[in-house]
């Protein structure tokens, strides 16, 4: 049991280290702000739900679990926020994003 | 008077599962500071439907549920997308129509796009929301309108 446990903290620890070092990749690597943004949603979500989780098989069934869970709920409410407000602060400070996709022309004029 | 109670219920689970210290005296002062805090909430007439959402009740976890596996496949598409950018990184920005109609429902259909890597709201304007999305796949998982669907019925039962 204590070997089965160890070895799930390692398998998640492992993976949410991995995702960080993406995220930390992606953001030096991808083009303009916006996309680095993205790069940094993946920090927010599953690499902190991975490592906390992994975390939270340490502390046994205890008062600690319950204190690590609860931080991996406040920054899943509180991530997309900030994230929205570096978007939101960068478009109407007129920055425009690099677009090569299924972009549609008039968002383009009201980056203006 | 019902969202009062709960905020004190609230209040005191948040406490007991954080103090640790479970004699008489301290329990006591939790109590207190629970109850003060619920009082304050109440005289300030902040404790409605958007602070304290009881009205969306169970259906609020089961959305929760899909929007976690939904986070999940993201994540790997996004990191896909970071390591291999020439085949994938295809940046596009668009408008979606949120159908939702009261507020709490877009904020938690605007949160949900940007809780999910590779779609951020860049701006929400009426019941346009504007979204950047990294790949075309992320693109289309918005353009679907799944998720907003999703919201609109949670939110729907209570309006």
Known sequence: MELALDIGTWVLLLAGSLLLLITGFGLIRLPDLYTRIHAGGMADTLATFLIFV?????????LVTVKLLLVIAFVFFTGP????????AS?????????DGLSESEDKDETD | MLRTVSL??????????????????????GIASCLLSALIAYRMDVIDH?????????????YWGWLFIEIFKAN?????????PS??????MFMVTASQKSDLGKVIYANSITLTPGTVTVDLDGDQVMVHALTEISAQGVMSGDMDRRVTKV???TS
């Open chain 2, 87 to 92: 085949k994938n990184l295809r940046p596009s």
């Open chain 2, 155 to 157: 939110m729907e039962a």
């Open chain 2, 76 to 84: 790997l598409d996004v990191a896909k997308c970071i390591l291999f």
């Open chain 2, 50 to 62: 958007e602070s304290h959402p009881l009205q969306l009740g169970p259906r609020i976890f089961l």
């Open chain 2, 8 to 29: 004190f219920l609230v209040l005191m689970a948040v406490w007991l599962l954080l103090s640790g210290h479970y004699t008489p005296l301290i329990t006591g002062f």
């Open chain 1, 54 to 62: 992994g975390l939270s098989l340490q502390s046994g069934f205890s």
């Open chain 1, 81 to 88: 926020t900030a994230s929205y407000a570096l978007a939101q």
């Open chain 1, 91 to 99: 478009f109407v400070a007129g920055l425009k994003p690099k677009l």
